[in-house]
């Protein structure tokens, strides 16, 4: 059984091998034009190129650092404004039908009123980034905040706890796991739109980067620079699941 | 309830009246915030000289294409990997590198391949929506009753029958939910890839509308954009209540 699973893991590895050394002899042969389908090895060079000029770590650290504040900002205000809908009356039955309304808005629409109002900076690519990253935190957050065990509720009622007490201590630990399900979506949300402010706003980053790079026809640099954008992707990702399981290791621990 | 109701219409009704006095009196600057009365004007004028038709069929088209591209290829990546845990083994792990690579990176490469037009926003499109599709349908073939695939085998159908009979059936009321999720994605991507650069349909609208200083236009498109994604969702969510949740029953029995 182990003996199958370390073959499975080393054709899962000849695979992606293949896969690159097809796109290698497909790229050498000239199948398909060099000008838009680069071998790996140029992509690569153009990467190694792209490091030894400094295009690498500081437009990456750019990207990555205002898809940060736009996501923390959307975390923030979705997680509080997730609490305060799900567990007052009022609060819901004021603002639910201006968020119904708001939510199916598509988050880059939100871009050409942003322009107007904050101009081609870093503070409109963080508002709209913090825009469309917010409604996966907030329905998360909703969701978690509306289904905290009643027996709880009714034992923080019976303590006398107050009520911004009995959110913090028993309302959000148990929210916690729906919120970080949304928080994982917006991260992913942040980054698209971290790369779609950049290329829309000229400023500086991988997105912005990627755009020059077809301007002038350099497609190993645009490949080289889609796929750093993956791997940030893929490692903002694994990190927060990583966080993740830190922060709820006590909930496999009470079971 | 009638109460409830009210107080939900009281935050927008405010702001909307402040809104427009703010912009009469000349608090609000004018570039920017264009009262809700000529917004309303602009949405109009657009709506009845065909602009704002054609870029939402523009927009509605693409997306609509790149949903169906992606969705037949999700549901077909979907059923191997789903049936084939060998399978899964061998192609996961690349296809779970390449997926976090935001759809949005595409755009420079799609332009350089397709220059302008349709076809280089469909291919990002379908970059976007293969991965609800594929995700969804990989767990809705391995929810199926075992049992099923087992009778089927003892049957001897053919591979190709046995998966428009059988596998389909059994997972298409939940594949139905991974598509209504790559169809907001579609919907979204579409609109995206026109504000950024491909000059047709509702984005290009709103862009253009901005640089050219009407933001009463601009308003006007957005508000159209916000409404015609709620509408579609509301489309898509009838279709499946409708048509698609009959195969829950018929593939649970």
Known sequence: ?255 | MKLARFRGLLIPVVLVALWEIGARVGTLPPDTMSQPSAIAVAGWNALLDGSLLLETAQTFQTALLGLAIGTVIGIALGILIGLSPVLEAVIGPTLDTIRPVPAVALIPLALLIYGFGVRMEVLVIVFACVWPVLIVTVSAVRGIEPRLIEVARMLEMPALSRMRRIVLPAAMARIAVGIRVGAGVALVVAVTVEIVLNPQGLGYGMIIAAQSLRPELMWAQLLWVGFAGWAFNRLLTTIDRRWLQRYQTGGAR
């Open chain 1, 1 to 255: 059984m182990r003996g199958r699973g370390i073959m499975l893991k080393l054709a899962a590895v000849a695979f992606a091998a293949a896969v690159i050394y097809l796109w290698q002899i497909a790229a050498d042969a000239r199948l398909i034009s060099p000008v838009f389908f680069p071998s790996p090895t140029r992509t690569f060079a153009a990467l190694v190129a792209m490091e030894e000029r400094g295009d690498l770590w500081r437009p990456m650290a750019a990207t990555a650092l205002r898809m940060f504040y736009g996501w923390v900002l959307a975390s923030l205000v979705g997680v509080l404004l997730g609490a305060a809908i799900a567990r007052s009356g009022p609060v819901r039955a004021y603002l639910e039908p201006l968020l119904e309304f708001l939510r199916p808005l598509p988050a880059s629409a939100i871009i050409p009123p942003a322009i107007l109002f904050l101009g081609l900076t870093s503070k409109m690519a963080v508002t709209v980034i913090a825009f469309g990253a917010l409604w996966p935190v907030l329905l998360g957050a909703y969701h978690g905040f509306r289904s905290v065990e009643p027996q709880l509720a009714e034992m923080a009622a019976a303590m006398r706890m107050k009520s911004v007490a009995f959110i913090w201590k028993v309302a959000l630990p148990s929210a916690l796991p729906d919120i970080f399900a949304g928080v994982r979506v917006s991260l992913a949300i942040a980054l698209i739109l971290a790369v779609v402010t950049e290329m829309q706003a000229a400023q500086t980053g991988l997105g912005f980067n990627i755009l020059m790079a077809q301007r002038s026809f350099r497609s190993p640099e645009l490949y080289a620079g889609i796929i750093v954008l993956g791997v940030l992707g893929l490692f903002t990702n694994q990190a927060l699941v990583m966080t993740e399981r830190r922060l709820l290791r006590w909930r496999t621990l009470t079971r």
